[in-house]
């Protein structure tokens, strides 16, 4: 996997770290590594977010260190070496000369000598970042590598005295994205949204929940994006009430709804898209009336999404309207005058119990804190955030008898745009009559793709 981004974007992003650690700091940021899914055989390589953000060097084991100033080099990368026997087998390996003439790094060395040179690193600096507590063996070694530079104190050397977390120089960076990001976005967005256009086109009573994910992976290896940011969910009636649902193994049937959560992700980037509809092509009453309640309040929350605004904002928006029809439709014991009180209380839980969104970037659940200070923090230009609104009413709910059974989820990616919001995925309908429509074979072709998406404000 190599991330959307160039050489010159990455050394930017390097510099702009390097100013940022001090002459008196060491960044350490781990690659991802291999792991085995059963005896010989391991699940395909996905390089770690932070490595690639801050590297492009697309190979497992390997470790970054940014030494501002340092002698053997600011950009010091330890990576496999060549190895031509292994590469018959598993493919070419950058080494370390492709790792300083292709990547930039300002010198590299064999994984073999990490221990070695690491403590060379840290010498005489005050603060190691590195990402704290995630990694066990990492935390060994670096305690492992301290305590090298400890045992120099007789010759002068001094040992840093703080182990900081790396996620504060990384995240924040990370969660406003760049032109190029935002444009690998709008494309696996674009990909996604015509793979649920596909499954609107081709849903019908009769065939598995596998079969309907199956179209869905189909038409984005299509495109070109092999991989999908997470496992596919598709729940079909009932099953739509689990919120993670991935057995995706029951049959469409006949007067279900059907929630299919995906998103592919492209150039490192992921897209993250549900829309949920009717296996037979035309919702019911009661279908549609949970539809249309869950669409406005995604149209009130995604409204929100503006610079300046709270993150918090869009999911206030959504709680507003679904509280308020939860109340009409008999799910709550209260009148509209009560609403306050009744968000407060969280009487809507039972059927909506989760939040409007999350980040969305090189991880389907990105990086960045929500709040800064103790206070949700503000919306500004280059975040991209899902919107996500939902109601799942268990066959068991203490609901209205029509309702139960119904679980309904509209999902779109937003970026944040200097004056509001573009939606990445608008390019999937989920108007209920469109969908109507597209199901009934009036819409446009499911494999086009646009070139550029327009704003929704």
């Not at 290896?221 to 997470?230: I, K, N, P």
Request: some cysteine; charged content about 25%.
């Amino acid at each position: 996997m190599m991330p959307a981004s160039t050489a010159k974007e990455l050394k930017r992003r390097r510099r702009d770290l390097l100013r940022a650690i001090g002459p008196d700091g060491v960044l350490i940021v781990p690659a991802a590594q291999e792991v085995a899914r059963n005896r010989d055989v391991h699940y395909p390589f996905r390089q770690s977010s932070d490595f690639a953000w801050l590297t492009g060097f697309p190979e497992p084991d390997a470790v970054a260190v940014l030494a501002p100033k340092h002698e053997d080099g600011e950009f010091v990368l330890f990576c496999r070496p060549r190895d031509p026997e292994r590469e018959v087998w598993d493919g070419y390996r950058f080494g370390t000369e492709g790792a300083t003439e292709q990547f930039g790094a300002d010198a590299a060395h064999p994984l073999a000598e990490l221990d070695e040179k690491l403590p060379e690193l840290l010498a005489d600096r005050k603060r190691i970042h590195y990402p704290l507590g995630v990694d066990a063996d990492l935390d060994l070694k670096v305690m492992g590598w301290l305590r090298a530079v400890r045992a120099q104190a007789r010759k002068g050397v001094s040992a840093p005295t703080a182990l900081l977390t790396s996620d504060e120089l990384l995240h924040e960076r990370r969660l406003i994205k760049s032109k190029r990001e935002r444009a690998t976005m709008r494309r696996a967005a674009g990909i996604s949204a015509a793979a649920h256009r596909r499954l609107l086109q081709t849903c019908r009573p009769g065939p598995s929940e596998q079969q309907l994910e199956a179209t869905f992976l189909h038409a984005c290896a299509e495109q070109g994006a092999r991989f999908q940011a997470y496992p596919p969910i598709v729940g079909g009636g009932s099953n739509a009430c689990v919120l993670h649902y991935v057995e995706n193994a029951d049959t469409l049937r006949d007067g279900d709804l059907v929630l299919v959560d995906a998103g592919c992700e492209l150039d490192g980037y992921a897209s993250d898209i549900t829309r949920t509809f009717p296996v037979s092509g035309r919702f019911s009453g009661p279908q549609r009336t949970l539809y249309e309640l869950v669409l406005a309040a995604q149209q009130a929350a995604i409204a929100a999404v503006k610079p300046g605004k709270r993150w918090d904002a869009p999911h206030r928006a959504a709680l507003k309207v679904l509280t308020r029809g939860l109340v009409d439709l008999g799910f709550i014991e209260g009148t509209r005058k009560d609403l306050p009180q009744l968000i407060k209380d969280e009487k809507y839980k039972p059927f909506y119990m989760h939040r409007t969104g999350h980040w969305l970037g090189m991880d389907v659940h990105d990086v960045g804190s929500y709040k800064v200070d103790g206070k949700w923090r503000t919306l500004e230009p280059g975040m991209v955030l899902t919107v996500e609104p939902g109601l799942y009413v268990a066959p068991d709910a203490q609901a209205p008898a029509q309702f139960r059974g119904i679980g309904i989820l509209i999902e779109d990616d937003v970026l944040v745009t200097e004056d509001g919001h573009e939606v990445l995925s608008r390019d999937v309908p989920k108007d209920p009559d469109a969908i109507e429509r597209l199901m009934a074979g009036g819409g446009a072709s499911a494999t086009h793709l646009p070139q550029h998406s327009q704003q929704e404000q």
